[in-house]
């Protein structure tokens, strides 16, 4: 009875992610509609017409689908991987890596719409490379938490340092303006810059929703039914560190999704993470699609950063989480 009731709910949160990701390309400033200035617009010059959905409004759309879909699988498979609640796409350093992979590029004034998601990403690759040196070749959950924190408290720190140290004003406010997190002012070429990482990396984090499965039963009963610990790690958290580091490198940091959306589903679909894989990828989709539409709203002024509207939204609910785990402990 489970398998036509997940088709079912799966079915129903592909349509509102369809439904989100076309008003995001034509949904403007204030909830304005614009299909219709887009017609007469087309009427008139169809290239500047073009341009406009393809390198300004569909960009825009692309990164909510492709970032909030990896923030929910990545969030869902480290939960269970780290069989803790609490975890999150940022615990292992990947995330604080690639933010300063970035904001190194804003530091030493090379920031193009090519080279800051490339030094996001390269940051990424960094932080995993010393996590891979901290934690050895098969290590403990606990080793793995410890060494992401470790790495996440250093890039932070560095970070801090170089906003710091930054030469200029206009330095410092182009790394913070970043940091907060957004779709705007992004294109089509950042969009193919980082797909290929995030494709790659959500596959890794895929294919390892039978292990994660076993791994619920304990790591002599998944060893015994023929899963190789080690393989299983090591896809899942590669496959984080591909897919969140290509993210942040493009959007900034986007907080508090992958924590969120996979306890939001889980009561749809229980306690097994090999089932939430899919659900938490299309919540996650929906939730930053629906964000970024909210942050267009106001009518003036700028729009309220991606980032510090998804951490409103996260943090009341990640008290809440931790309330809950210490009365059920008690």
Known sequence: MRAPRDLLINLGLAALVALLFLASVYVGRGGELLTGKLAALDATDRQLARLILEEVRLPRALLGLLVGGTLGLTGAALQGLLRNPLAEPGLIGASSGAALGAVLVFYFGLATATLVPLGGVAGAFAALGILYLLAGRNPSIATIILAGVAISAFASALTSL????????????????????????????????????????????????????????????????????????????????????????????????????????????????????????LAGAALVLAADLLVRLPVDGPEPKLGVVTSLIGAPFFLWLILRTRREAD
Do not use: C
Not at 172 to 196: K, N
Not at 257 to 275: A, S, T, W
């Open 162 to 281: 170089a906003l710091s140290l930054a030469a200029s004003p206009y330095a410092v406010y182009e790394i913070i303006f970043w940091l907060l997190g957004a779709f705007t002012d992004r294109s089509m070429q950042q969009v193919w810059l980082v797909l290929p990482f995030i494709l790659v990396g959500g596959v890794l984090v895929a294919t390892s929703a039978r292990g994660l499965d076993a791994l619920t039963l304990g790591e002599d009963t998944a060893a015994s039914l023929g899963f190789n610990q080690t393989s299983l790690k090591l896809r899942v958290i590669l496959g984080t560190g591909l897919a969140v580091g290509a993210s942040v490198s493009v959007t900034g940091v986007i907080g508090f999704v992958g924590l969120v959306v996979p306890h939001l589903m889980r009561p749809f679909f229980g306690h097994e993470p090999g089932r939430l894989l899919l659900p938490s990828a």
